[in-house]
């Protein structure tokens, strides 16, 4: 008799002997799965460009970035268009609302 049949045959028997049972109890210990998060796996700063009205507007993009990144980069938030907006006119607002959210994040606060 080939290998193949034998193997196909004995994997055969192992799955339809223990359904046969009837006083097998399986039992199933069900682990936490591991923080597989980008920000604990890696041995350096993992980070992404974040957009301000994202953060504001879209829970899910604000815990993803909370959640896998330990390093964050205005996307444009900083950028001499958006801070000086006019003629003696500046808003920081955007920015602000970053170096807050990196202060209140434990390992944003120096990255930005």
């Known amino acids: 008799m080939p290998i193949k049949k034998i193997f196909l045959y ?9 359904a046969c049972s009837k006083n097998h ?3 199933v210990t069900i ?5 597989t998060s980008l920000q604990k796996m ?6 992404a460009a974040i957009s301000v009205s994202l953060m504001q ?6 815990a993803v970035v909370t959640k896998e990144y330990n390093s964050i980069t205005p996307e ?3 950028k001499f268009a958006s801070l000086h907006t006019a003629q003696n006119v500046f808003n920081f607002t955007d920015a602000d609302y970053l170096v807050n ?3 209140g ?5 120096d990255t930005i």
């Open 57 to 62: 507007n879209n829970t899910k993009y604000n």
């Open 25 to 27: 109890v399986a039992a």
């Open 10 to 18: 004995t994997a055969a028997a192992m799955l339809v002997v223990p």
């Open 101 to 103: 959210f990196a202060q």
């Open 42 to 47: 890696m041995p350096f700063h993992m980070g």
């Open 105 to 109: 994040n434990n390992g944003y606060t």
């Open 76 to 78: 444009n938030a900083m």
């Open 31 to 35: 682990l936490p799965p591991p923080d």
